[in-house]
Nanobody
Framework: QVQLVESGGGLVQAGGSLELSCAVS????????MSWYRRPPGKQREFVAA???????DYAASVKGRFFISRGNNKHTISLQMNTLKPSDTAVYYC??????????????WGQGTQVTVSS
């Protein structure tokens, strides 16, 4: 019902910035929330940021004040602005959404991920 495609990853130096984007497609009944997760090398996936349909945002303590999640200029996208990047931010970043499908059943979808590498 929903497909997600991330873009914007790359290699940056510590202190730099990147903006990730997530394009949404499909035919959900509604999208309840969208979020970003990341998987550092050799570690478990962890929460990064989320935004609800009402616009409320939430951030992991490790990125609070540096990362900002928002709906993009295109209403079918969301963005993650990442500032003051640290080497510990290096990870594969995944876009995810909680949504209600056409049969009015809740579901969740994940993108394939985009690599972010921060050098010291």
């Amino acid at each position: 019902q929903v497909q997600l495609v991330e873009s914007g990853g790359g290699l940056v130096q510590a202190g730099g910035s990147l903006e990730l984007s997530c394009a949404v497609s499909g035919s959900p009944y509604s999208i309840d929330s969208m979020s970003w997760y990341r998987r550092p090398p050799g570690k478990q996936r962890e929460f990064v940021a989320a935004i609800t349909k009402s616009g409320l945002t939430d951030y992991a303590a490790s990125v609070k004040g540096r990362f900002f999640i928002s709906r993009g200029n295109n209403k079918h996208t969301i963005s993650l602005q990442m500032n003051t990047l640290k080497p510990s931010d290096t990870a594969v970043y995944y876009c995810s959404t909680d949504y209600v499908d056409g049969n009015r059943r809740p579901d969740r979808s994940w993108g394939q991920g985009t690599q972010v590498t921060v050098s010291s």
